[in-house]
């Protein structure tokens, strides 16, 4: 009995510490690297915390709960069907800590097809494929 209540109290006292190591931050928000997502792609969903000293601090599935009824999360990495016909998703994202601390944004979709042809590596190797390097004059 005592050995059991000696470990809890270890166990309390170290979800305790590790509560406090987190820094306090007061708000999140999104800060996506693109303008549009794509669909059959895992597209890095962004999202910081303002730290009170004035900093931003990137937040992961660790710190968030992420949702978005139009696709599945793994990580922050958002995946959306290539069945998907809307032209956006709602993403919301809500503080573990504190779920007061909630953010939803309207995240368009790519319209446009991916057509775009990446040269090969043998492409790239022998300059084919694309406009050679201008060599300069001695």
């Known amino acids: 009995m ?6 809890f109290l270890v166990v309390v006292l170290a979800a305790g510490a590790l509560k406090a190591q987190l820094p306090a931050y007061d708000s999140i928000a999104f800060h996506l690297y693109t303008d549009s997502l794509k669909k059959n792609v895992h597209n890095y969903i ?43 998703v709602q993403v919301t994202v809500t503080d573990k800590r504190n779920p007061a601390l909630t953010q939803t944004k309207t995240i368009y979709i790519k319209q446009a097809p991916d057509n775009e042809r990446l040269r090969t590596v043998e492409e790239v190797m022998q300059g084919s494929g694309g406009s050679t390097p201008r060599r300069r004059r001695s």
């Open 46 to 88: 962004s999202v910081d915390a303002k730290l009170k000293s004035g900093g931003w601090l990137p937040l992961t599935d660790k710190q968030l709960n992420f949702h978005c009824p139009q696709g599945k999360f793994d990580g922050n990495s958002l995946l959306i069907d290539s069945g998907y016909e809307g032209k956006s």
């Open 2 to 7: 005592k050995r059991t209540s000696i470990l």
